[in-house]
């Protein structure tokens, strides 16, 4: 399929977005977003330690940053992500719960996995920037659909404008 919506952990995703991209495109789901979408075709993860606290029971295919060839330790999984959909062939990638400030859905993660500070929130929208100027460049067309995200460097929309 040409057309991806990848779930990360924001704040804004809910329950009724995710419920409506099922069946309209493949999808990521992003560390616990697995949770909202346990139908998801693939559940991804950078951080090595998230895997190894939840040991989530997922069917799907499963991805870390070292799956993944030329992936960086310390990639944000939201980034790794567009940069799978990307490699698996998307021409329009729809992003939800990228919001790039707050906590989780969820609320903050249990100890002993960390959260996210300002200092790497900074340092993820650098990683998103990279990613947004190579899908332009490769035709790939990213909107992201969350709700109030401080993310801006990929084009902005209404999630039942982008995926219908």
């Known amino acids: 399929m040409t057309k991806w919506a990848i779930l ?3 704040p804004s995703i809910t329950q009724e977005q995710v419920d409506y991209v099922k069946g ?3 999808v990521i789901a992003v560390s616990d977003s697995y949770k ?3 139908w998801a075709d693939i559940l991804l993860s950078a951080d090595l330690s998230w895997w190894e606290y939840h040991q989530p029971d997922f069917s799907g295919e499963k991805y870390n940053y070292k799956m ?5 330790a310390g990639i944000n999984s939201g980034a790794l992500a567009v940069r799978l959909a990307r490699q698996r062939g998307a021409k329009e990638i729809i992003l939800l719960g990228f ?3 707050g906590s989780h859905f969820f609320g903050p993660h249990p100890s ?3 959260n996210t500070t300002d200092a790497r929130r ?6 998103h920037e990279l990613e947004a100027r190579i899908c332009s460049a490769e035709g790939v067309r990213v909107v992201n659909c969350s709700p109030g995200t401080s993310i801006k460097c990929y084009p902005l929309g209404e999630l039942h ?3 219908y």
Do not use: R
């Not at 900074?122 to 990683?127: D, E, I, S, T, W």
């Open 8 to 10: 990360a952990t924001g």
């Open 24 to 26: 309209k495109a493949s």
């Open 36 to 38: 909202l979408a346990p």
């Open 68 to 72: 993944m060839k030329g992936a960086p």
């Open 99 to 101: 919001d790039g400030h």
């Open 112 to 114: 002993p996995l960390k």
């Open 122 to 127: 900074a340092v993820h929208l650098k990683q």
């Open 161 to 163: 404008d982008c995926l």
